[in-house]
């Protein structure tokens, strides 16, 4: 599995919502997924990122935050920088919503119990990486 937290120019950082109809309905998240036979890392990033989002990263200007490892997956994290004027449209059958949020905002959502029930303990072990790589204060 991969995902992707995007931050733009002025700081704010890309959350999306799943579907009323996915697993952890309503839970927002990272954009990401699966990746498929034979795809790279980097390159599932790029196409989850895409097709969740339809922003268009080249698999180089991605960075690995780290890999978590859970019971059932694999998660590689990555940041990557979007520019102001980012325009996000949803693929509306994975992603009911998104929103360009302050990195504070991520966690005033984890601890409000907003997030995806999967994104608790992978937060609670990359995000102190992530506002690092991302230059930012958590």
């Known amino acids: 599995m991969v995902a992707v937290c995007v931050q733009r120019e002025d700081g704010a950082v890309l959350l999306t919502q799943r579907a009323a109809d996915k ?9 990401g997924g699966s990746a498929l036979a034979g795809e790279s890392s980097r ?5 989850e990122l895409r097709e969740e989002s339809g922003l268009d990263v080249l698999p180089s200007t991605l960075t690995l935050i780290d890999r ?4 059932s997956a694999v998660l590689d994290f990555y940041v990557v920088r979007a520019t102001s004027n980012a325009e996000v449209t949803l693929q509306q059958s994975e992603v009911m919503a998104a929103e360009w949020v302050p ?3 991520v966690l005033r959502r984890l601890n409000a119990g907003a997030m995806a029930d999967p994104w608790i303990a992978r937060l609670d072990s990359l ?3 992530t506002t690092l790589a991302l230059s930012i204060v958590p």
């Open 23 to 31: 697993e952890f309905a309503f839970g927002w998240e990272f954009p």
């Open 68 to 71: 978590f490892v859970e019971t």
């Open 103 to 105: 990195p504070a905002e």
């Open 43 to 47: 390159n599932a990033a790029s196409r």
């Open 127 to 129: 995000w102190p990486s």
